[in-house]
């Protein structure tokens, strides 16, 4: 019975001293150690497949050999990609944009058109859906008869799955099928058959993403929204506030952190845009990033290509994750 009572002890005491420990620190050492396992995580779900992935793509391409990786050869993956090298990448695709795409240099190199296409596409659909998005919330965020009914409405195209919602697009505007194609061709807008246009069909991807994720946005402002204490609205309408000003002073600098965690999400997702092209019009008419991953592993079965070009555009997505954050530390007055 001693015995039992010295192990519980011990056990007791074992747990004991880290807690007493715990009690002893700062508010910020506690939060770091409630965030630890999170930490821990994150390190082996993220960061450790990205530097696997960094490993890969300093090795040589092997498709003729059972293992897709070669000897090393470190950077050439990367010089190649950046530089343009013609032959390298006839070696593991031939794709190239139609004539029809603006603003695109068509004897540059697919990388650089799939760059091009990536940053368009997420900043042009994050701006529009950040927009109406914002529109949207405010709307929701009033009193008003049927707001729960206006509030499914909204939702119905996230819930669409991404695949059917690119067969959607892609039988409205297919010129034998839908009637998309002959109308915007009567407007004037699109050619005889949009999907085979790369600007047509960057057009139609980006109507169909903005026209899906907008909800997306809108329930994460509206969150932030009903977060403002109504107060000060009470108070800002008795000192005779016009509503710009009650917008522009209260309503805007309170939603900021909320939407700009809003805009990195989707910023985040919008980079990595593949199945709603993918099932819209193809990746050889509007290429992205994740595209060209997708045609070099599928396609070329040029393994460390795909994971140089994977890294790259992790570095690319993780630029505009840093300059959220910054903006998001500013909104904040210095403590995110």
């Known amino acids: 019975m001693s015995t039992d009572t010295r192990a519980d002890g011990g056990g007791g005491s074992l747990l004991a001293r880290p807690l007493n420990w715990l009690e ?71 794709v190239s944009l139609s004539s029809s795409f603006p603003f695109v240099d068509f004897g540059a190199p697919f990388l650089q058109q799939a760059i091009f296409v990536t940053l368009a596409f997420a900043i042009i659909s994050v701006f529009f859906e950040t927009l109406i998005g ?17 509030r499914v409405a909204i ?8 695949v059917i919602q690119g ?44 026209w899906k994720t907008t909800a997306f946005m809108a329930l994460l402002i509206l969150a932030g929204l009903q977060s403002i204490d109504r107060g000060l609205y009470d108070v800002a309408k008795v000192s005779g506030a016009s509503p710009w000003q009650r917008f522009k002073y209260i309503t805007l600098p309170l939603v900021a952190p909320a939407l ?6 989707r910023t985040m997702d919008a980079m990595r845009i593949y199945g709603l092209i993918d099932s819209t019009a193809g990746c050889e008419t509007v290429p992205s990033l994740t595209c060209l991953v997708i045609i070099a592993l599928q396609e070329s079965r040029r393994w460390a290509t795909a994971s140089a070009v994977a890294f790259l555009t992790a570095v690319v997505i993780s630029g505009f994750v840093v300059v959220y954050l910054l903006a998001l530390r500013n909104s904040s007055g210095g403590v995110a």
Do not use: C, K
């Open 24 to 94: 002893t620190q700062s508010e910020e050492v506690y939060a770091y150690v409630l965030l630890a396992p999170a930490f821990l995580l994150l390190a082996v779900v993220a960061f450790y497949p990205l530097i696997e992935t960094f490993r890969f793509s300093l090795l040589a391409d092997a498709v003729a050999s059972a293992d897709p990786f070669g000897e090393f050869i470190g950077l050439d993956h990367y010089i190649a990609l950046l530089t343009g090298d013609t032959n390298f990448t006839q070696q593991f695709i031939s």
């Open 260 to 265: 700009l965690v809003a805009m990195l999400f």
């Open 134 to 150: 914002f529109g949207q919330a405010l709307v929701l965020d009033q009193d008003f008869y049927g707001r729960r009914w206006v």
């Open 167 to 210: 067969m959607i697009f892609f039988l409205i505007f297919n010129p034998t099928i839908g009637f998309g194609a002959e109308f915007m061709q009567w407007l004037g807008v699109f050619g005889s058959n949009p999907l085979s246009s790369s600007s047509d069909s960057f057009l139609i991807v980006l109507v169909a993403d903005i």
């Open 155 to 162: 939702i119905i195209p996230w819930a669409i799955p991404i």
